[in-house]
């Protein structure tokens, strides 16, 4: 009896939510019109998201899948994750990673999914407690990244393809003083490296010396890379180090820049909170 009653309060709580969404859906629609505290030309006109919500209801139920929003203006560069996504060091690929302890076909009221994976999946950000273990005694996991090396103008550059990224590439690159965030674009993008399950020991990273030569040379802090290691294979603990030592550089792995031009950008990379974690899986997107 106890049950039934606490599954009914639920059900009636679902459906007030319910109610208040359409309620809200309604009012966000007829506000879209000219007033103080909301004038025209200040929201995002073309994509009326009231005009979303209804033909949701009567449309054949396709959810979006999208990589850019805004016809443009925003690209995702972020990989889904994905249980053939690329994982460090195994030819398995990321596996399953999500579980459904509660669901509807077993007769819960609502579907409620609980993950497991790395915290360095996919599209990720590394902690200074990454390769230094005092670091991460001391406590400095994702949560203590700065947003501000995260967030704001970036250069999206391509290396050069027959090296990986050594001090030599970083100086053809001649990115100029100033530049605080880089994106870069090697030939593990052109071979696909993360549409392809098994970890690929090959692909193209910071060498030594290249994290060496940025740290001396450039006012870079924040690294972008488009695999899961922002150091090569063969530096894999020797560029990390270099890199995070000095626990101003921050390193995003695994993004995706297929068929995104060079240039400036504005990029947005929000990593969870995760108290405790050196690794985390994180959002990013680039504004034009
Ligand atoms: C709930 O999960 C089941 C799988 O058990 C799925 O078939 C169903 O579409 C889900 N329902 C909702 C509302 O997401
Ligand atoms: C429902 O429960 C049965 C029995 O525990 C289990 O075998 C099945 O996988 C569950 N289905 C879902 C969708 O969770
Ligand atoms: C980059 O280094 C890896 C080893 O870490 C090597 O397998 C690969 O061939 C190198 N790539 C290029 C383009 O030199």
């Known amino acids: ?87 460090f060091g195994s030819s398995e690929g ?7 302890p509660s669901s509807m076909k077993n007769g819960s009221f609502a579907n409620i999914s609980e993950m497991k994976m790395l915290t360095h ?17 001391a406590g400095f996991d994702v949560d203590t990244l700065d947003l501000d090396v995260l967030n704001g103008p970036a250069l999206l550059v391509d290396v050069p393809r027959d090296k990986n990224i050594t001090a030599e590439a970083m100086e053809s690159l001649n990115i100029p003083r100033g530049v605080r965030r880089v994106l870069f674009r090697t030939l593990n993008t052109d071979r696909k490296l ?5 970890f ?20 870079i802090k924040m690294v972008g890379v488009d695999y899961l290691s922002a ?5 894999l603990i ?18 995706k820049l297929d068929d995104i031009n060079p240039g400036i950008y504005s990029v947005h990379c929000l990593p969870l909170r995760l108290v405790g974690a050196e690794g985390s899986p994180i959002r990013c997107i680039l504004i034009k």
């Open 1 to 87: 009896m106890m049950m039934m009653k606490v599954s009914f309060t639920l059900l009636l709580t679902c459906t007030v939510h319910m109610l208040t969404f359409t309620v809200e859906s309604l009012a966000s629609c007829s506000s879209s019109s000219a007033t103080e505290a909301y004038p025209s030309g200040y929201g995002d006109e073309h994509s009326s998201s009231c005009g979303a919500s209804y033909s949701h209801e009567h449309d054949d139920l396709v959810p979006p899948k999208r990589e850019v929003y805004g016809g443009g203006r925003i690209i995702d560069i972020t990989h889904k994750i994905r249980s053939d996504l690329p994982s």
């Open 94 to 100: 990321v596996g399953q990673f999500l579980w459904l």
């Open 121 to 137: 999946t996919g599209t990720h950000v590394d902690a200074p407690g990454h390769f230094f273990d005092h670091y991460f005694d």
């Open 194 to 198: 993360m549409w392809k399950k098994e």
């Open 200 to 219: 690929d020991t090959s692909f193209v990273g910071f060498m030594k010396d290249g994290a060496q030569w940025l740290i001396e040379n450039t006012d």
């Open 231 to 235: 150091a090569a294979f063969d530096n």
């Open 238 to 255: 020797s560029a990390h180090l270099v890199f995070l030592e000095g626990r101003d550089i921050i390193l995003v792995e695994g993004l």
